[in-house]
């Protein structure tokens, strides 16, 4: 049972970094978005555009880590040699 113990730490450390990294990237984007638009208010339509295809990409990368974190947990390809090992 130590094999899916360790996929269980796996998939939680994972996440926590996945999630961290996106949240700086997305507080670091908004921040930047919210001082153009400071600077230059008839440029805020461009920048909000810009700013939430930026979202979508940085937020696409949050949800490759919740996918991989789920096919570590539940459709890992190792289960089988694993349990088979184990029974032995």
């Known amino acids: ?5 360790w996929c269980v730490m796996a998939a939680g450390i994972g996440m926590g970094l996945g999630s961290f990294g996106t949240g700086i990237g997305q507080g670091l984007a908004i921040k930047s978005a919210v001082e153009g638009v400071a600077r230059n208010p008839g ?12 979202l979508a990409m940085i937020e696409s990368l949050a949800i490759y880590v919740f996918v991989v974190a789920m096919i570590i947990l539940f459709a890992n390809p190792f289960t089988e040699q694993v349990v088979q090992l184990l029974a032995k």
């Open 1 to 5: 049972m130590e094999f899916f113990a």
């Open 43 to 54: 440029a805020s339509g461009k920048i909000l555009t810009t700013m939430m295809i930026g």
